[in-house]
């Protein structure tokens, strides 16, 4: 069965509704037609901040989330399974004021994705994204782990 998958522009309006999202006070400000950019942002406001004023650090993980699984679904279809499988933060510096976060995967990523995957039956690539403020100072660090299989490759017995 086909699973239906929604235009950028209907994903983007349905992740500025997602109450996950909503409640950090993130919004999702760009994503291109071919799904291999997403830019995000979040402001500072009273119910996102920590004890001491700074941006609470669940919700700048919250902005990394769910972003290369979506694009990875979208840009390598239906023949793989992904999922987020692990993830770890780093904070740099405190974050104030508005904060980024940028996501990319180029064509060349893909192709190498897709080559391992024929050789594999499934690989957990790593992705790093940096959310930073106004000034272009790191706030955080994000590595995550993406679990990719391809549903037609099975190992040799052996």
Known sequence: MRRWKPSARLLR????????????????????????????????????????????????????????????????????????????????????????????LTPELLDELRAQLRRQEKIEPVFVVEVVDDAGEVVARVEKVIHIRNKEVRPADG
């Open 13 to 104: 309006l349905g992740l500025l509704l997602y109450p996950p999202l909503v409640g950090a006070g993130i919004r999702v400000k760009r994503i291109s037609a071919d799904f291999r950019e997403i830019d995000v942002q979040m402001k500072r406001r009273w119910w996102n901040v920590n004890y001491v004023g700074t941006h609470y650090g669940g919700s700048l993980y919250s902005m990394t989330d769910p972003f290369y699984m979506l694009m990875l679904l979208h840009n390598l279809g239906r023949d793989y399974t992904v999922w987020d499988k692990a993830a770890s933060i780093r904070f740099r510096r405190p974050g104030k004021g508005t904060v980024r976060a940028q996501f990319r």
